[in-house]
């Protein structure tokens, strides 16, 4: 199992530097991480495959191998045609998709106009509203202020009123005071007879 392993080590290895280079021993040791031995072995056998395998092509008909070249010609012609047409589908559908796309970020772009229009719109109605309200709150403000000054004011009068008023009692009780002393004074202790009275 281990000798199939790095066998299969050194044809990868073999294969991947012949792309390049001739592979050599060192080479094939190195890439493949096997022993020298192992390397020398299995690369001898590689190099023998690839010769009895170049054989069997030298030795194939060459009725064989122009079928096999107008066989391949004809594949890759036909996968050809299939990559175009499958590279015109996919250009078809992704253009078709752009096309959606496109449409899809111009409704957004309207919808997206049209909700900052309404925003707009219901800010300046705000707006408006909070102004007007501020302006009702200012007029309610200073009504409420000059109804203050003038309860205070009425209120300062009732007080000057009530202390007139207060005085002008204590005047009118003096005053009839005064009246009464006066009238008690003028008054004569007794009567004058009167016409038609007579004597006991």
């Known amino acids: ?11 990868a290895a073999a294969e991947q530097i012949s792309s390049e280079r001739n592979p050599t021993v060192s080479s094939v040791r190195q890439a493949a991480a096997v022993s020298s031995a192992d390397a020398t ?21 060459q ?8 066989l391949a010609g004809t594949v890759w012609a ?11 589908g996919l250009e078809a559908q992704w253009s078709r998709e752009r096309q959606e796309k496109d449409h899809e970020l111009a409704e957004l772009g309207a919808d997206l106009d049209r909700t900052a229009a309404e925003k707009d719109a219901v800010t300046a109605d705000l707006t408006a509203q909070l102004q ?6 200012e007029s309610a403000e200073k009504n409420a202020a000059d109804a203050l000054k003038a309860a205070d004011a009425a209120r ?18 003096t005053l009839q005071q005064a009246l009464d002393a006066l009238l008690q004074r003028v008054t004569p202790e007794t009567q004058q007879p009167q016409a038609g009275d007579t004597k006991d």
């Not at 199992?1 to 044809?11: F, L, P």
């Not at 036909?78 to 175009?84: C, M, P, R, S, Y």
């Not at 300062?156 to 009780?173: H, P």
Request: charged letters at 30%; glycine letters at 2%.
């Open 132 to 137: 007007a309200a501020a302006a009702q709150l």
């Open 78 to 88: 036909e996968a050809g045609k299939l990559a175009d047409d499958r590279h015109a």
């Open 63 to 70: 009725a064989v191998l122009e079928h096999a070249a107008r």
């Open 41 to 61: 072995r299995y690369l001898k056998e590689w190099r023998e495959e690839k010769a009895a395998a170049g054989m069997q092509i030298a030795a194939t008909p």
């Open 1 to 11: 199992m281990a000798e199939t392993s790095v066998k299969d080590r050194v044809y």
């Open 156 to 173: 300062a009068e009732a007080t000057r009123l009530n202390i007139n008023l207060s005085a002008a009692e204590a005047r009118a009780a």
